[in-house]
Nanobody, 122 residues
């Protein structure tokens, strides 16, 4: 069992940056691949980035490649999402999730956080 808690969301102007954190409980955190997703009102949950348990494999959605960076610190049981050059269309609830393998679809993830709101003003 893994419990995930996101933090770091908030209101930021277009062009600004935020760093999201996802703290995980449980000694098995380092055995899970981790992903970040977001969901805007009326839209499906969208894959953003994923990282393998070791950090050796990383994948990004085209929509955020070059602007967002995923990383993890297994000693701190935490995964991060650094978001730069934010745009109003990045406004959404952001979720972290844990999976037994690196994946870009929500159904492959077993555990989810409660989400953190990111709002980008124009």
């Amino acid at each position: 069992q893994v419990q995930l808690v996101e933090s770091g969301g908030g209101l930021v102007q277009a062009g600004g940056s935020l760093r999201l954190s996802c703290a995980a409980s449980g000694r098995t955190f380092r055995s899970y691949a981790m992903g970040w997703f977001r969901q805007a009102p009326g839209k499906e949950r969208e894959f953003l980035a994923a990282i393998s348990w070791s950090g050796g494999r990383i994948f990004y959605a085209d929509s955020v490649k070059g602007r967002f960076t995923i990383s993890r610190d297994n000693a701190k049981n935490t995964v991060y999402l650094q978001m730069n050059s934010l745009k109003p269309e990045d406004t959404a609830v952001y979720y972290c999730a844990a999976s037994t393998e690196v994946a870009d679809v929500p159904r492959q993830y077993n555990y989810w956080g409660q989400g953190t709101q990111v709002t980008v003003s124009s």
